[in-house]
């Protein structure tokens, strides 16, 4: 559980790495933030996420994540890590990027994805 950020509105940067997390929460409140990292957790679902319009960078590498999903609002998002997850469909990467304007470069690997995005 992500608890205590709400009187943090002004942070642009959260790294919440190695900290046992299993879902995405208590977030909505940060609508300055840029860049997230939630990597090495135990997250299960890509949720909650809608009120972080701003971000730039998120990064979900090693977690339990098994589908991409809830991504629409991400409109400014450049970077995305999401690697060593449990990605059931690697065409799920493609379906998902319907929600960047650009794709300016993807590196789709075993189980390894970063996403850059150009969104003009």
């Not at 943090?8 to 940067?13: A, E, G």
């Not at 890590?81 to 993807?106: A, C, L, M």
């Amino acid at each position: 559980m992500i608890d205590h950020l709400w009187m943090m509105t002004s942070l642009v940067k959260l790294q919440l790495g190695n900290n046992i997390i299993g879902k995405i929460e208590g977030l909505d409140s940060l609508v300055n933030l840029k860049e997230l990292d939630l990597s090495f957790n135990s997250i299960e679902v890509i949720e909650n996420l809608g009120a972080l319009v701003k971000l730039e960078v998120l990064t979900l590498f090693e977690n339990q994540i098994s589908k991409l999903q809830n991504l629409e609002t991400l409109v400014n998002l450049v970077i995305f890590s999401i690697g060593n997850n449990r990605i059931e469909d690697r065409n799920d990467v493609s379906k998902e990027q319907s929600f960047y304007k650009n794709t300016e470069q993807n590196r789709i690997y075993k189980n390894y994805y970063l996403l850059r995005c150009d969104t003009l």
